[in-house]
Every structure is written in structure tokens, then in C-alpha cells.
């Protein structure tokens, strides 16, 4: 930067004009040397704005000057101080701020070694040994931390010796011994485990966890014995980490009576012990205080999650099997239970599934239906799921249908064809189509003609036979027609469907027209039928066309889609503004402002918003 640009800069951050002094500040981080004093006078100024770009310059000078010239404001007040802590932190001159170790003020030591942890470069490790003798606890107490968050090699015996400080040191030491993780800790982290320090002793706790050596959970397990009710948790948390193992067994008693707890973080804790030792006894409990989750709450939905992952790794128990069964059991965990052992694809439970499906409790049965779905296809099963489709409830109904369309077994598709012909409600009847073509659809949709409008129309929604969706898309039925062209979107593009989606253009229904444009944009082809919808007598066929249009062809048809923006209709002009500010081209950008006074307001607002992208 020439002297006259910086003199300039540095004279318009006295300027009134905060934006003034703001840019001239950013524009200085480009300066060298020479911007760096009137830089940190501009760290005063009043504004947060030119604060925060004096500070930013600053970082982007860099260099050993500027981290030399901060260095004093770590004694000033405390937003300048925090400042400079930034900028030296983003700096990283370590060998700079060791200088600082030596320092008279206390706080200014401490800040340098805060430094040094949070630029988190090893190198300044050697100058860290010294610290621990620090006259100031604070210092002594930010050394031992700064050694355990860099790793510092070799320092063991110095955080050991730091034990034995004064508590806050301790603390700190216990939290480097934990980043560490060096196993010969553990004699003196025994000791203080003994010690009548309570917040101590709960630091050890953690210490140990984070070792995580098979020895360190023997110390734990031991101490159990002795602790008291929070440092058992703290214990089981850390064995936890560590990896409870099955041998751990004796301490399933302790994780039950905690997992009745109301605090979160304790029932987490609890379930995942438990599932680590693999304590089936624990199954009914886990159930009934999963079960007394209310999945309608948010706050408890993310709990229910744990707890049914916590049942998928227990796995497949005559215990589970058990709880569905028992009268005991809420039904909210009975539901739990199924759900568990459907996922799990438990095939032994398969008998007491077919009893829950006759429960009193609609959940329970519609969960029992789901996970009968995932089992295997035998005769008991899909006779118990055929019942089910009696069932007085259609949420129950729908289970046991999609259930047999799962197992997609021969046996049940004249009932399921019954079904059809009498169930009330759509969405089951949706349901019972989808398993009829999943048994059988050339035998289903051999029938075509004689099922009722509402049929053939889901037909053509759910068909993936090219046969069947062209054949529907020629049907008496406009509703019918509209589902069979838009499902020709995801045939592939052969002669005879593109032949139809061209047909679809000129049909007489303008739903079947527009599906047509939808089905064109979704397989991209038929510009020419495109053109030709822009001057559809609906104002939707339009529409959907000049979208399609700018989706396939966008640049290269420019003109068409330019014309769209003279249509009488407001909703087409829209879609045409759209489609123009979405192609990279000079007359598209001209064709809009053209338009940039245009009467309507929202027309005026729509060409505003896509001028201002586009430039």
C-alpha cells in the first residue's frame, strides 16, 4: 500500500461517518507496519462495527510487530483486553508471548499461558515447567491445564505433584491428568478417591473414567461400595465409558434404581449400563419406564428413541416376549416391546404376537400387526393378520394390510380382494392395492375394467407396469387419466409412452393437460408439445407448461418463455418472471426490465427481486 492510500485511510478514521471509519479500518488490513498504532487507537472507538475491523486488520497485518505492540493492552480494561487476547490468540507467536511468563502482574501471566493453551501449538510446552512453581495458585492452576490440553511429553510427575496443591490447582491438575490419560496416575488418583474432599473425590471419578484402563474400573467398582449417591452415578458413568462388561453383572441393582430416576441424564446412563452387561432382568423395568414416555411431547421423543435402541441391542428375549404378554405392563410399553421385536425380526416371538393382535388396546394391537409383518409368511400367522383385517379399528386394518402385503403370500388376496370392495375409508383401501400388486398384480390388474373409478385411479398411482399405467392414461375417467400420465413420468422413454404423453397434451380435460406438462418436465422431452401448451385456453396448463419449459430447454427457449410475460394472467406472468431470472442470458435480463414499471404491484416486486439476483 503507497504512503498517500494509507495516509488517506488512517485520516478517515477520525471521520465522523462511523461507515467511514469502519471501511478505512477494513481497507488498513491490507497496510503493513505503519497501520498498526492508528489501528489500535481504533480498537477505542465507539462503534462495535470499526472495533471489530480495527481487530480483524489488525489479525491480517500479522507479524511480530503487531503481536509486540498488543501485548501492553492485556492490562488495559476488560473489552480491550479480550480484544488483544483475540488477536494474539489468531497471531500464534508463542516464542513472543513467553516473554510474558515473566511478568510481575499475575494476570498477565495467566493470560499468556491461556494463550498458548488456545493457540495449541506443543512448542509451548517448554516453557511451561517453570510455571508450576508460580507464586499465583490462578497461574499454577492455568499451567496444569495448559499442560494436559497440549499433551505436554514427559509431565506426569509435575501434574502428580500438582495433586497435592491447593484446590483449584488440584482440580485443574486432575482435569490434565484426564486429557492425558497416563496410567500412572492411578496410585495417587486412589488416594484422593479416600480423601474427605467431596468435589474432589467427584473429579477423581471422572479422571478415572477418562484413563479407562481395565484397572482404573477395578478402582471404581471398588469404591462403589463407599460412595454416595451422586458419586455413583459419577462411578457408573465413567465405568460406562471405560465398558461395563458382563462380569459387571452385580451392579445391574444400583443401574435399575437409577434408571427410576426423573433426571434424563441418569435414565441415559442407566439404560446404557444396562444394555452393556446384557442384563435381561432389567427388560421389564426398561419397558415400563419407556412406556411411561408420552411420544406426543417432544421433549420425550428423543428419550423413547434411546429406548427403543436400547431394546434392539438387547435383542431377542423370552423376557421381551414376556412383557407383551403380561397384564402388569402399561400399554404404552407393551407397544415398546412389539415394535422392538418386529424390528428385530424376532421369528420365536411369533406366537405371542398373534395374542397381542387380539388385545382389548388398539395400539397394541395395530403395533402387534405391524411386527407380524416382519416375521415370516406361515399359515398361523397370516390366518391371525386375515383377522386382523376385521378389525372394528382402520388403524388396524391398515397394519394387518400392509402387513400381508409385506409377506406378500398368495393365501391372503381374495380376502384382501373382499376387503377392498367393503372398507370405508381411503387410505386403507390404498393399502389394500398396494399388497394386492405386491401379491399378484397381473391377476389384480386383469380386472381392470370392472373395479370402480377411485380403484383404477389409485391403480395408476401405485402401478409400475408401463402396460397398465399407458392403458389407464387412455381411461373414460378424467381423475383416472390425470394419475396414469403422471405416473408415465417414471416409466422409461420409450416410443410408445413418449407417443402418449404427446397425445396427453391434446386431450380434452385440462387436469390431463397440465398432468401432461408435469409428466414432460419430470422426463424432459416434448419441447414442441410445450410450445404448444403456452396457448392452452387454462390459464394452469399454461402454467405448468412455461415451468416445464424453462426446466427442460431454459436457454434455448427464450423467445417462448419471453412471450409468457404479456399473458392476461398474473399467476403465469409470475412463473415466466421466475423462469427468465433462472437463464444466464443478457435478453433475459432485458425482457424483465422491460417489465420494471409495470402496473401491478406484485409484478413490479416479482421483476425487483429477480433484477437484483440476477445482477
Not at 465409558?241 to 462380569?247: H, Q
Not at 420425550?300 to 435383542?315: D, N, P, S, Y
Not at 406438462?517 to 396448463?541: F, N, Y
Request: hydrophobic residues 40%.
Amino acid at each position: 500500500m503507497n504512503a498517500g492510500r494509507l495516509n488517506k485511510l488512517i485520516s478517515k478514521l477520525g471521520s465522523s461517518d462511523p461507515s467511514a471509519r469502519r471501511s478505512a479500518a477494513e481497507a488498513l488490513s491490507d497496510g503493513d507496519e505503519r497501520a498498526i498504532y492508528p489501528l489500535l487507537q481504533a480498537l477505542r472507538d465507539l462503534n462495535p462495527g470499526v472495533q471489530d475491523a480495527a481487530m480483524r486488520s489488525l489479525i491480517n497485518i500479522g507479524g511480530e510487530v503487531t503481536a509486540y505492540m498488543v501485548i501492553p493492552l492485556l492490562k488495559e480494561e476488560a473489552l480491550i483486553r479480550n480484544t488483544a487476547f483475540i488477536i494474539l490468540r489468531e497471531i500464534g507467536n508463542i516464542d513472543l508471548l513467553s516473554g510474558l511468563l515473566k511478568d510481575k502482574d499475575d494476570d498477565v501471566r495467566k493470560f499468556a499461558i491461556d494463550l498458548m493453551t488456545d493457540i495449541g501449538d506443543p512448542g509451548a510446552c517448554q516453557y511451561l515447567g517453570p510455571m508450576l512453581t508460580d507464586t499465583n495458585p490462578n497461574v499454577r492452576a492455568a499451567t496444569v491445564k495448559a499442560i494436559g490440553k497440549l499433551g505436554c511429553p514427559g509431565s506426569i510427575k509435575e501434574l502428580i505433584k500438582a495433586l497435592k496443591d491447593e484446590e483449584w490447582v488440584c482440580f485443574s491438575a486432575l482435569e490434565a491428568i484426564a486429557e492425558i490419560k497416563d496410567p500412572a496416575a492411578l496410585e495417587p488418583l486412589t488416594e484422593l478417591l479416600y480423601g474427605p474432599a467431596e468435589a474432589i473425590r467427584y473429579s477423581v471419578i471422572e479422571a478415572l473414567g477418562k484413563i479407562g484402563t481395565h484397572k482404573a474400573g477395578a478402582i471404581l467398582k471398588e469404591f462403589i461400595k463407599d460412595a454416595s449417591g451422586l458419586e455413583k452415578n459419577a462411578i457408573l458413568k465413567s465405568l460406562i465409558e471405560i465398558g461395563l462388561t458382563p462380569e459387571m453383572k452385580d451392579l445391574s441393582e444400583i443401574l435399575m434404581t437409577m434408571l427410576q430416576s426423573d433426571d434424563k441424564e441418569d435414565i441415559l446412563i442407566a439404560l446404557k449400563g444396562l444394555v452393556s452387561i446384557g442384563c435381561y432382568e432389567a427388560i421389564p423395568v426398561i419397558v415400563d419406564k419407556g412406556g411411561s414416555l408420552d411420544p406426543s411431547l417432544p421433549d420425550e421423543i428423543e428419550t423413547l428413541t434411546v429406548f427403543r435402541e436400547a431394546l434392539l441391542r438387547i435383542g431377542c428375549s423370552e423376557k421381551l416376549m414376556e412383557v407383551i404378554g403380561s397384564p402388569g405392563t402399561r400399554f404404552r410399553g407393551k407397544v415398546l416391546a412389539i415394535e422392538a421385536l418386529g424390528k428385530m425380526r424376532c421369528r420365536k416371538a411369533a406366537s405371542h404376537l398373534i395374542e397381542v393382535v387380539k388385545s382389548p388396546l388398539r395400539d397394541v394391537r395395530r403395533a402387534g400387526a405391524a411386527a407380524l409383518g416382519e416375521l415370516n409368511a406361515d399359515n398361523e400367522t397370516i390366518e391371525a393378520l386375515l383377522s386382523a383385517t376385521d378389525d372394528p379399528d382402520g388403524h388396524v386394518r391398515k397394519a394387518a394390510v400392509i402387513a400381508l402385503g409385506r409377506l406378500s403370500d398368495p393365501s391372503a388376496y381374495d380376502e384382501l380382494l373382499k376387503l377392498l370392495m367393503i372398507e370405508p375409508y381411503r387410505d386403507v383401501r390404498e393399502e389394500i392395492i398396494r399388497s394386492l400388486m405386491r401379491i399378484d398384480e397381473k391377476q389384480f390388474v386383469s380386472g381392470l375394467n370392472d373395479y370402480e373409478e377411485a380403484t383404477r385411479e389409485m391403480i395408476a398411482s401405485f402401478s409400475e407396469d408401463t402396460d397398465v399405467i399407458i392403458t389407464l392414461s387412455g381411461d373414460a375417467s378424467p381423475t383416472v387419466r390425470v394419475s396414469a400420465v403422471l405416473s408415465l413420468g417414471k416409466t422409461p422413454q420409450e416410443e410408445r409412452t413418449l407417443s402418449r404423453i404427446k397425445e396427453a397434451t391434446r386431450d380434452a380435460d385440462p387436469d390431463v393437460r397440465k398432468a401432461a406438462a408435469q409428466c414432460i418436465e419430470e422426463m424432459g422431452c416434448c419441447r414442441e408439445e410445450l410450445t404448444d401448451l403456452l396457448k392452452d385456453s387454462d390459464m394452469w396448463v399454461r402454467f405448468y407448461a412455461l415451468r416445464a419449459l424453462a426446466s427442460v430447454n431454459g436457454p434455448q427457449s427464450l423467445e417462448p418463455i419471453v412471450s409468457m410475460l404479456y399473458d392476461p394472467e398474473v399467476p403465469v406472468m409470475l412463473g415466466a418472471i421466475e423462469a427468465l431470472s433462472g437463464i444466464d442470458h443478457p435478453d433475459a435480463l432485458k425482457a424483465l426490465d422491460a417489465l420494471r414499471e409495470h402496473e401491478n404491484p406484485d409484478i413490479r416486486e416479482k421483476i425487483a427481486e429477480a433484477l437484483e439476483t440476477s445482477w
